[in-house]
């Protein structure tokens, strides 16, 4: 009997630490309980047989996405049209990605799809970082396929480049280039007036541009966005375009203003 209730404790204790790893590791699924999830293994077996979608933005699927994976952005009003669209056939599955274990849109695009009454609606949750790790030849990077494994940049490569605000703010000066990749609907307030450059990620000549300027002047290109998620995907241009000496600000504008006045940009003063 006491092997019995031992037995019973253990497997109760094992339950219980899968379901804390799953909280740890995908903290949005608690919130989304009701969005069926389909894992990493069973969305490589069922490729060919259901509707894969990025619900991205569209520089994030050109850098980086699942082969043949189809982008539609996540948006409210358009997303269960543009799925109708394209889901020919009602018995396949249509599976909804973004970036990571911490992103919402898939769960978002998911729940937008199954309220507006389509079936067979699931959200792929683990990330592009494992997928393209696991199936290279399943991926595309800057539109080319397989992936190398030596391409993929990790977290842990990313952080390389992330400096916190007063250390970013440190390095700004006549070695340094500062770039604001915020696109208009983010831009607002300078953070480094008449000490920074700015070009929308969309916009390819202007990119090239103060890459160029700043691989021939020999100087190290400073970073920032809105909350530091472009970053990420901005850092797979750079490495292609061989340039090394780059640095993002941690948490990009908000972090910035967080970091400098512990409160939200909105909050913040007004600076000169």
């Not at 991926?139 to 977290?155: C, F, M, R, T, W």
Request: proline share 4%.
């Amino acid at each position: 009997m006491k092997i019995f209730f031992t037995l019973i404790g253990f497997l109760a204790s094992a339950q219980f630490n899968l379901a804390y790893a799953d909280d740890a590791q995908f903290p949005h699924r608690a919130k989304y309980k009701n969005i069926p999830i389909m894992e990493i293994e069973q969305l490589h077996r069922e490729l060919g047989n259901i509707y894969l979608v990025d619900v991205r933005s569209a520089y994030e699927y050109e850098t980086l996405h699942i082969k043949d994976a189809l982008h539609i952005p996540l948006n409210k009003e358009k997303l269960p049209g543009a799925v109708r669209a394209l889901r020919k056939d009602e018995t396949k599955a249509v599976v909804f990605y973004c970036n990571g274990t911490t992103c919402k849109k898939s769960y978002q695009a998911a729940e937008i799809a199954l309220n507006a009454g389509i079936t067979r609606v699931f959200a792929y949750d683990a990330g592009l970082e494992t997928w393209t790790k696991l199936y290279p030849e399943q991926s595309v990077l800057l539109g080319q396929s397989p992936v190398k494994q030596n391409e993929i940049i990790d977290s842990a490569q990313f952080k390389k480049h992330v400096l916190p605000a007063a250390e970013f703010e440190a390095r700004i000066g006549p070695t340094a280039l500062v770039l604001d990749i915020r696109d208009m609907r983010q831009r607002d307030v300078m953070l480094f007036p008449f000490k920074e450059e700015r070009a929308q990620l969309d916009d390819r000549q202007r990119i090239a541009e103060v890459v160029n300027q700043a691989k021939q002047a020999n100087k190290t290109l400073l970073v920032y966005d809105k909350v530091g998620h472009q970053a990420r995907w901005f850092q797979y241009y750079l490495e292609k375009q061989g340039l090394k000496n780059y640095f993002f600000l941690d948490g990009g504008s908000e972090g910035y203003f967080e970091a400098k006045f512990g409160k939200s940009k909105v909050q913040a003063p007004e600076r000169s």
